[in-house]
């Protein structure tokens, strides 16, 4: 037969029986008597017999009591360690973290946090969604993601945006080109190049669209790709010249091209992490959080 027991019921009757007192277990438990007066005769019901006796001055077991005092105990302790191991199987061996962010940080900041993130968890498993600004909030918006790195979400209402690196907007080039011995170069000079964009929908065009929405002069577009990794790709063929932002030149990944400052004007996103508004994130997510933010914010991350 199933004897329909409650967890609280045998918590209320191991402290009373180490306190020897109901006023002393109500305290501790942080409830009134009457309710754990009613907790124990749920107990006392469900076994079928009297557990405990009470006096005016002091709180005692019955024989039946102390008979079930030490399969109270062990029967929590079980419990306790069940919710342990479980606990502790799912953060080193089954956990699976999900993080969305925008292809730059996928293809030169993420690897190397992944490999000190491994390092500290070997066995658990991450699921990357890199893709533009606009698919990464959305990904975080749907639950389909723990988190994101991006640079837009600041203004949606149901995600927390944390700014980490303000980086500047760089002209691509290759180290022989007419440009590349400047310092920096305005966007009035680049009229006369072949420029390299990427699509119309990426995030970090509408960046620059909206900054030369009220330039006199802008630069003609030739070529055309969907991230920016397809448009370094065209510059190191010297197809033209590109505007990306400075993490593309990260970790030395194009030692052929050079990033010189553009200004006039100066454009700049915000990176920073993404998740949803009181979002509970898993221990190991935190982890792959904290490794991330702490990548975002060192200098050598523009």
């Known amino acids: 037969m199933r004897i329909a027991l409650q967890i609280d019921e045998i918590i209320a009757f191991l402290c009373i029986a180490e306190k020897c007192s109901f006023k002393a277990a109500a305290e501790q438990l942080f409830v009134s008597q009457p309710a754990l007066s ?5 107990l006392e019901t469900a076994i079928g017999t009297q557990l405990l006796e009470r006096t005016t001055r002091r709180v005692s077991l019955t024989a039946a009591g102390q008979q079930f005092l ?6 929590l302790e079980a419990l306790e ?25 996928a293809s ?17 498993r991450v ?5 533009g600004a606009a698919q990464v909030l959305d990904s975080v918006v749907s639950g389909m993601a723990d988190f994101g790195v991006s ?12 700014g980490i690196r303000s980086e500047h907007f760089r002209l691509a080039m290759p180290r022989g080109h007419r440009l590349a ?4 170069v305005s966007w009035d000079d680049l009229v006369t190049e072949s420029f390299i964009a990427v699509a119309g929908t990426s995030g970090n065009r509408a960046l620059i669209d909206n900054a030369l929405a009220k330039a006199s002069k802008r630069p003609a577009i030739f070529y055309e790709a969907s ?76």
């Open 38 to 42: 009613r907790r124990i005769e749920r």
């Open 70 to 75: 030490p399969h109270a105990h062990a029967a």
């Open 81 to 105: 360690l069940a919710v342990r191991s479980v606990s502790e199987t799912t953060v080193q061996r089954g956990a699976l973290v999900t993080v969305a962010c925008v292809p730059t940080v």
């Open 108 to 124: 030169h900041l993420l690897p190397s946090v992944l490999r000190a993130f491994s390092s500290v968890y070997p066995n658990a």
């Open 127 to 131: 699921k990357m969604i890199d893709e």
């Open 151 to 162: 640079f837009t979400g600041a203004q949606a209402a149901d995600i927390e945006f944390e």
């Open 181 to 184: 011995g400047r310092a920096a």
């Open 227 to 302: 991230h920016i990794a397809g448009a370094m790709a065209m510059v190191r063929a010297g197809l033209g010249v590109a505007a990306v932002p400075g993490l593309a030149f990260a970790g030395n990944t194009y030692p052929d091209l050079v990033g010189i400052a553009l200004h006039g004007p100066r454009i700049t996103r915000k990176m920073g992490l993404i998740r949803r508004k009181g979002s509970q994130l898993h221990p190991t997510a935190v982890a792959l959080m904290d490794i991330l933010r702490a990548a975002l914010a060192r200098p050598d991350a523009k």
